[in-house]
């Protein structure tokens, strides 16, 4: 019991030494939602959740991994902003990015069906 005691009395002078160092701003802040009701203690709050896909990747790992995975011929910046733009799509579950996802799929078996290569417009 006392042991509970002489800690709060420790940490009760800790939070007295820790408001005496603040500025004058912020001890009026201190002071406006109450000495007694601040917590300089208290535990910080959790990061922003990190959003991952299906396989439990970021957008830049699933980037990492695909530019790594399968290296383009010809590498331009608008490449790697599509890639990008696919990769954040796909995590936030953009309609957009599952219908060029999709549609890609239905055109590589399109090709497929009809014996034919993909050709870009480079």
Request: with cysteine; net charge positive.
């Amino acid at each position: 019991m006392s042991n509970i005691i002489h800690q709060e009395q420790t940490q009760d002078s800790q939070k007295a030494a820790i408001y005496e160092s603040l500025s004058p701003r912020r001890k009026k802040f201190i002071d406006r939602i109450g000495f007694d009701k601040w917590d300089p203690f208290q535990e910080p709050k959790n990061p922003i959740e990190i959003r991952t896909d299906t396989t439990r990747r970021t957008s830049k790992q699933l980037m990492q991994k695909f530019l790594h995975d399968c290296p383009p011929d010809e590498y331009s910046n608008a490449y790697g902003r599509g890639v990008l733009e696919m990769c954040l799509g796909i995590i936030n579950g953009d309609d957009k990015s599952r219908a060029m996802y999709e549609f890609s799929l239905w055109y590589k078996e399109l090709l497929k069906k009809e014996n034919k290569e993909f050709k870009s417009g480079v």
